[in-house]
């Protein structure tokens, strides 16, 4: 019998002023009895809108039908068919606007909590089974994976399941790119993606840290070696800036350089090698994900105030609803209507050597107001004359999109690539302008979502395996 | 892991290390760079490439202890291991069609002049080389520079060796003598570079300066690396990981660039601090 209560099972999570200081894990995950009872609310319906939602087409019906069963290990089996980095998408999907979005229990109240059950499903596979993955009999075909982030770790997973050999060239220290450079620790744990990332080791895919495709190794080469396709997966690594005075001021960040300095590095720690600015008041600038995930994240490294400054009002902002209350709960203030026109530094007029001089002292900005809807229908925000007011702040930190790394286009012949620097590609098969030349993910579309990289992915794998096996 | 081949003290602050790291080795070109750690959750530090031996794979380094990870590197001993080694990264340093070329190189900056310098020697172009240091106990590579300099000029700071006075003093005598040369290249401690541009300045000559500021990543990441060129009144801002290191020196500038470079003095001195007292645990 279904459970026909209108709500989701709620989410257990850290209570917003506990854990605005700390790096834990904001949401705590279903407990198993929590799991079956939204597991029943699930309606197992014949057309499967939910399925169609999903970027990479998880039989959804099927393993929340094991979950009903408490055949907790039977539903991740069914997830992994499609799936490479399922503990991942239970925590950063945006499924409010994917596979939630269709599913016909929202129609009167909320939808299934398709997320959470994935997410449940995984860390209960990482927690209780045994590590050992059936590594598929090797077909004799080599491929290239360049970058380690979700599109390029599903691409590879995909291939070794189906018995390639596959090495993926990172080129940070740490395999998992965006995982784990960019999404802090507290939206999802980096001991979960190695989890990921091992799996995928076991499945007999090559990781190959500390090499940069484009400066150690070309395309090119990459086929000299013995590699019959490469897919390229290399991010929209290049932070943009707003190119207003004062940004090269000391306490001025990309979002890159802070999460990755707080991320990748782990200058959060006690005790870091690396360092990062930490407490005072800062103002981080954009409205997206990597806004709010740059904005608690300056909470829990100790800021006594954190704004996000973004230039249109609450309803345009682009991040996710979840994020942006998340990042109220805990104490972020919300500058709407406002936009930076200069970065002011410090500067004591009697003592060049002043240590502070340099430093960021304030943001100027001026408030804004909506007008005439833009060619994509969002309402374009315009100054409202004389209203520049100054900010009381000693950090800023940019979050206003990035662009692909030009690296790889620099360094490959016929590779063509659009006027924002994104590889051009088929849409249905990744493939791009080079022969047995592959891309997807950020690098093709700019900033964008860990699932659709990780569809783009699936999708390249399919066309790689069609090319060279023929089926 | 990158195993150290070989390890030599140059002066009490200066080492040298040859690494293997053949993909590395391969490609390397004067005036690129490289990034390292030292061991897990250690810094990511850049260090422009002073040298490889494509045959055995090796790729060198030579590094002045400043701070915690210098003081971390400088411990590790022949046939040990490092954790991370990534590059060639960064563009090479543009030596086409150069035939007489003025070498600036200061302090530890020296050790990455000299393969430019060695580069230039190959293709037959006439090098002339001025070298300076604080004192004759931090001078290095004085014979490697000898033997691919048509002349070499050594100044320190205290008279101690060679001239006295800063590397402008030769540079500007060879000026007021009229000579001229296809390019200057200098390379060292950012006060140095921004002094040996304005000496330049009046001459019109090509003057590249090789930037190192703070990097994380180095492949254009994370925009740490920032600097900001002058170019005919406006302000351009490059990454110096994948747009240089190497810039028209007559373009950058420099006051933002070291003001840029202190940002983080007072966590670095304390680092080192540390990691000082924490091998005096050791000894």
Known sequence: MANMNPKKNPMPSQAAEVRAHNFLEVALGYTEEAAIDEANRCLNCKHMPCVTGCPVNIHIPAFISKIKEGDFEGAYRIISQSSSLPAVCGRVCPQETQCEAKCVRGIKGEPVGIGRLERFVADWHNTYASGEVNRPAPNGHKVAVVGSGPSGLTCAGDLAKKGYSVTVFEALHTAGGVLVYGIPEFRLPKEIVKKEVDTLKALGVEMQTNVVIGKTLTIDELFEDGFEAVYVASGAGLPNFMNIPGEACKGVYSANEYLTRSNLMKAYLTSPDTPIMKGGRVAVVGGGNVAMDAARTALRLGADEVYIVYRRSMQELPARREEVEHAEEEGVKFLLLTNPTEIIGYQNPDDPRDPKNGFVSGMKCIRMELGEPDEKGRRRPVAIPNSEFILDVDTVIIAVGTSPNPLIKDTTEGLNVNSRGGIIVEDTTGKTSRDKVYAGGDAVTGAATVISAMGAGKVAAKAIHEAICGE | ?283
Not at chain 2, 122 to 129: L, N, R, W
Not at chain 2, 200 to 211: F, Y
Not at chain 2, 267 to 279: A, G, P, V, Y
């Open chain 2, 1 to 283: 892991m990158y195993q150290i081949i070989h390890k030599r003290s140059l002066n009490p602050t200066v080492t040298l290390m040859d690494i293997h790291a053949p993909l590395v080795a391969r490609k390397a070109k004067a005036g690129q760079f490289i990034i390292l750690r030292v061991d897990e959750e250690g810094e990511r530090i850049p260090l422009t490439v002073a040298g490889y031996d494509r045959e055995a794979g090796t790729v060198r380094i030579i590094f002045q202890i400043v701070g915690a990870t210098t003081e971390k590197l400088n411990r590790k001993n022949q046939g040990e291991f490092i954790s991370d080694f990534v590059g060639p990264l960064g563009r090479p340093t543009d030596l086409e069609g150069k035939k007489k070329v003025c070498i600036v190189g200061g302090g530890v900056g020296c050790a990455i002049a000299l393969p430019v310098a060695q580069a230039l020697h190959e293709m037959g172009a006439e090098v002339t080389s001025v070298i300076g240091f604080r004192s004759k106990d931090l001078l290095i590579l004085e014979e490697e520079f000898r033997a691919v300099s048509k002349t070499l000029t050594v100044m320190t700071d205290d008279g101690s060796y060679g001239r006295k006075g800063n590397v402008c003093v030769p540079l500007n005598e060879m000026f007021s003598a009229g000579e001229t040369f296809d390019e200057i290249i200098t390379i060292g401690p950012l006060i140095m570079m921004k002094f040996v541009v304005e000496a330049a300045r009046p001459t019109g000559i090509p003057c590249t300066v090789s930037m190192n500021p703070i990097m994380i990543d180095g492949t254009g990441m994370c925009g740490g690396c920032r600097l900001t060129l002058v170019q005919e009144g406006k302000r351009i801002t490059k990454f110096a990981c994948v747009d240089g290191p190497d810039f028209n020196g007559y373009e950058v500038d420099f006051d933002e660039a070291m003001s840029r470079s202190r940002m983080y003095f007072p966590f670095e001195r304390k680092k080192h601090e540390d990691t000082c007292n924490l091998f005096k645990g050791d000894n």
